[in-house]
């Protein structure tokens, strides 16, 4: 299994400005996915994030507003840029366990004011 | 891609009976199908998850059943408890380190 840390748990932020939430991983991983989960919903992958690599991302979700780093195999970020209470969501780090298993941070829970 | 659905949306059963919530997926290609458990304000926890060579997996008052032919797969929770209230996501993937693709969700209330 893997224990992912990730912060912060929630914030309170005002529009226009940008949040990074942090993921640490306590194993090498090769990708670290990110989810947002809009209120009331399911979980949405936002991107994939591989080490040493641009972030993929699905359709819906771009660089310029989501942008991802990857600097080492057990650490990565994500910045809602720009935001709008539109971004008001949970966002969650998950990892795999290469058996398609997935491990959850515990979340980033964000209001936009 | 994958699309999963899930039904119901929304599921109220009294204490001590069984719940059943159903999934789709379109992939056949996905071989891996796991259960999440949902709390409020808490990360999903995975609770059961099946394989695409078993067609059957228990685990206590928790089972998933797999018909890759229909492709659907099932969760069933016998004698249901208040704490099994929860909201609960399907989800479907190829294996390895690929992400999961999630069911929209079922809201459990177990009445007592």
């Known amino acids: 299994s893997a224990v992912i840390s990730q912060k912060p748990s929630r914030d309170i932020c005002q529009r226009g400005t940008s949040l990074t939430i942090q993921c640490q991983v306590d194993?090498?991983?090769?990708?670290m996915f990110w989810y947002r989960q809009q209120p009331g919903q399911s979980l949405t992958l936002i991107a994939t994030a591989n080490q040493g690599s641009e972030a993929t991302y699905e359709s819906g979700f771009v660089i310029d507003k989501f942008p991802i780093s990857r600097p080492n195999l057990t650490f990565s970020t994500l910045t809602v840029s720009n935001m709008s209470p539109e971004d008001s969501s949970i966002y969650l780090c998950?990892?795999?366990?290469?058996?398609?298993?997935?491990?959850f941070g515990q979340g980033t829970r964000l209001t936009v004011v | 891609g994958e699309n999963v659905e899930q039904h119901p949306s929304t599921l109220s059963v009294q204490e001590g009976d069984s719940a059943v919530i159903k999934c789709t997926y379109s992939?056949?290609?996905?071989?891996?199908f796991p259960w999440y458990k949902q709390e409020l304000g808490k990360r999903p926890q995975l609770i059961i998850d099946i394989r695409s060579n078993v067609g059957e997996k228990k685990d206590q008052r928790i089972a998933v059943t797999l018909n890759k032919t229909a492709k659907h797969f099932s969760l069933h929770i016998t004698e249901t408890q208040p704490e099994d209230s929860a909201v609960y996501f399907c989800a479907a993937s190829i294996g390895g380190n690929t992400p999961l693709v999630f069911g929209k969700g079922t809201r459990l209330s177990v009445i007592a």
């Open positions: 992939d056949s290609a996905s071989n891996y």
């Open positions: 998950s990892v795999g366990a290469g058996s398609g298993e997935a491990f």
């Open positions: 194993s090498q991983v090769t990708m």
